[in-house]
């Protein structure tokens, strides 16, 4: 049975607070990044990241995850799920499937391509061509000094958050496919909803 986070008394007097709740791909590096935007607790709108402990990065173990807690927490109305994966070299018909069973379920995807560090640049940097994660790395070392899985200045890249959704948004062509097939990300429209935008 699904719990609810409201008491019957606390119910009548309080308006619930929407949450939004994302499923990561990693284990540290977008929990870093997204705790930087987390809401006061009197906020209306609360963060919740789940935790992936086992580090469990196929796509379709980051939906199970999601599934996993919808079936064991109360989900409001206003709440939204949200999927937080790279594009990497996962297999496009897979990317597809989940896609399609994250719409059923009525989730939403906030996919990077090649990778969520793509995402990281562009709130310092214009677009440009990268092929691989391998090319991003050595690039968000030189803006941010160091980088490194869970080791980098998130702080730095939340100041400059508005310039890459603006970035984002402009290069979201295609805002009806289910993921970016070139170069691009979705992240910018997690972060609007997270900002209430």
């Not at 919740?48 to 109360?74: C, F, G, I, R």
């Not at 990268?130 to 490194?148: A, I, V």
């Not at 080791?151 to 496919?177: Q, S």
């Not at 691009?184 to 900002?195: E, F």
């Amino acid at each position: 049975m699904a719990k609810n986070r409201y008491n019957s008394s606390r119910r009548k007097h309080e308006k619930p607070k929407k949450f939004i709740v994302v499923a990561t791909e990693g284990e540290k590096t977008e929990r870093i990044y997204l705790d930087q935007f987390k809401p006061p607790r009197d906020s209306s709108v609360q963060l919740k990241v789940l935790p992936n402990w086992q580090h469990k990065t196929h796509p379709k173990d980051v939906l199970k995850k999601l599934k996993a807690y919808v079936k064991t927490n109360y989900v409001g109305p206003e709440d939204e799920l949200w999927l937080m994966i790279d594009r990497d070299s996962w297999d496009e018909a897979e990317l597809n499937e989940v896609a399609a069973e994250a719409v059923k379920c009525s989730f939403h995807m906030a996919l990077s391509n090649p990778c969520i560090e793509y995402w990281f640049y562009l709130h310092l940097r214009d677009n440009k061509p990268f092929n691989h994660r391998h090319q991003l790395l050595p690039e968000m070392e030189k803006m941010l000094g160091s980088y490194g899985k869970g080791n980098y200045d998130a702080a730095r890249l939340a100041k400059e958050v508005d310039a890459a959704i603006a970035r984002a948004e402009k290069l979201d062509t295609k805002p009806n496919e289910p993921w970016p097939r070139q170069q691009g990300t979705q992240v910018h429209r997690l972060m609007k909803k997270l900002l209430g935008r």
